[in-house]
C-alpha cells in the first residue's frame, strides 16, 4: 500500500501496459490481423501502437465485436431484401415494334432489318450456402459461390493493348498496387490512388496521399477504366458475407459515379506456398474463395474479372517463390509480368 501511495504513476504505467498486452492479445486474429509480430523479439502490446500508426484504435476491438456479432443478421436481411427487389423487374425486348405504313409505290419496299435488341448484362449470381458459425469463429473464408462466377467471367475474349490504353484509367489498391504504380512506368499513363494496408471498408474515405477521395478523383477527371484490387488485408476480419456485401457496395457507387467506365475486379493475388501451409488466416484457399465471391459480379459489359494468379504463380497455384520477397508481395522486378497481364486483358470496341 505504501508503494502504490508513493508510486501511483508507475502503477498506472503498470496497469495501461497489462491492459494493452490484453486488448493486443485479444485483437490477434480480428482487428490486429494484418500487423506484423515476431513474439520472439516485441511484446504482444507493441501490435496496439504499431496499428494506432495505421490508423486501427484499441476501442475498435469492441466495435468490431460487436458488428460480428451483428453481421450475420445484417446478411440474412440484405439477401431478403434483394429477393424482394428481383421481382416485377422489366424484361429486355417486351415492348413492341411500331407498325410500317405500307408505301404507295405499286412495288412493294422491302421491310427495314430489325433493330438487334443488346444483349442483356449478366446476372449476379448468389451464394449456394451461408457461412457456418465454426468457420466464422476460425476465421475461414468460405467458398459460398464456387468457381461459376470465375468460369463465367473468364468467356469475355479479352482483347492486346498498348500502354497507352492507360491513359484514362484509374488503379485503386493496397500495398500491392503501390507496387505496380512504383515498379512499372504505368503511373505515366494511369492515375493511382493506392496505400499500404488499404481494406475495401476504407477504400471509399481513404484520403490518398493529399490527392482525395476516391469520390473526388472520379468528380475531376472522366476515367475510361477503373482497376481495383484489395482483399489481403481483410481476410482476418468477418466472412464472406461480409466482404462481399462492402465489395458489392464499392463496386456499385463507383459505377454510380463514372457510370460510363469499364470496371476492372481484379482477383486478389495469392501468397506463397511457404506462408499459405503456414497461416491459419493469410492462406490460398480463403483467397480463392474471396474471389469466387467478388468474381461474380462481372457482367462482361461494364464490369470485368481479370486474375493475375494465372501468370504470378506456381503449377500448384501459389505465388512464385521466386517472385516474392516476403512470400506476398511481388518483387518489383516481377510487377513487369503484372503489366504485361493487364495489357492483354484489355476491352476495346
Not at 64 to 91: C, P, Y
Not at 144 to 171: H, M, Q
Not at 260 to 280: E, H, L, T
Amino acid at each position: 500500500m505504501k508503494f502504490i501511495k508513493k508510486c501511483p504513476v508507475v502503477i498506472l504505467l503498470i496497469s495501461i501496459g497489462v491492459l494493452l498486452t490484453i486488448v493486443g492479445a485479444a485483437g490477434r486474429r480480428t482487428i490486429y490481423a494484418d500487423q506484423e509480430y515476431d513474439p520472439l523479439k516485441k511484446p504482444v502490446l507493441s501490435i496496439v501502437f504499431t496499428a494506432i500508426n495505421d490508423a486501427i484504435y484499441p476501442w475498435e476491438l469492441f466495435i468490431h465485436e460487436n458488428q460480428e456479432v451483428m453481421a450475420r443478421g445484417d446478411v440474412q436481411e440484405t439477401e431478403e431484401l434483394s429477393e424482394e427487389g428481383s421481382d416485377g423487374e422489366n424484361q429486355p425486348g417486351e415492348e413492341g415494334i411500331p407498325a410500317i405504313t405500307p408505301s404507295p409505290s405499286p412495288k412493294p419496299t422491302p421491310s427495314p432489318e430489325p433493330t438487334p435488341v443488346p444483349e442483356a448484362p449478366l446476372e449476379r449470381l448468389e451464394p449456394l450456402r451461408e457461412s457456418t458459425h465454426e468457420e466464422y469463429l476460425n476465421h475461414i473464408s468460405a467458398d459460398i459461390y464456387g468457381d461459376a462466377g470465375t468460369k463465367r467471367a473468364a468467356e469475355y475474349e479479352f482483347a492486346t493493348v498498348d500502354e497507352s490504353y492507360f491513359d484514362d484509367a484509374l488503379f485503386i489498391g493496397d500495398s500491392r498496387t503501390v507496387g505496380l504504380r512504383d515498379y512499372t512506368d504505368l503511373s505515366e499513363h494511369a492515375d493511382f490512388y493506392c496505400e499500404t494496408s488499404l481494406t475495401i471498408y476504407k477504400v471509399m474515405e481513404e484520403n490518398f496521399d493529399g490527392q482525395g477521395t476516391v469520390e473526388e478523383a472520379l468528380s475531376n477527371k472522366d476515367y475510361g477504366k477503373i482497376y481495383l484490387m484489395v482483399g489481403i488485408n481483410e481476410l482476418g476480419r468477418g466472412t464472406t458475407e461480409d466482404f462481399m456485401e462492402k465489395y458489392t457496395e464499392v463496386v456499385d457507387t463507383i459505377h454510380a459515379l463514372e457510370p460510363d467506365a469499364r470496371i476492372f475486379i481484379q482477383g486478389i493475388m495469392r501468397v506463397s506456398g511457404k506462408k499459405s501451409n503456414s497461416d491459419a488466416i493469410f492462406n490460398n484457399s480463403n483467397i480463392n474463395a474471396r474471389n469466387n465471391a467478388i468474381a461474380t459480379l462481372a457482367d462482361n459489359k461494364q464490369i470485368f474479372y481479370i486474375d493475375v494468379n494465372e501468370v504470378v504463380c506456381d503449377e500448384e497455384g501459389n505465388l512464385h517463390e521466386d517472385y516474392t520477397f516476403d512470400q506476398i508481395h511481388l518483387l518489383g522486378a516481377y510487377d513487369e509480368i503484372w503489366k504485361q497481364f493487364l495489357l492483354e486483358h484489355g476491352v476495346v470496341e
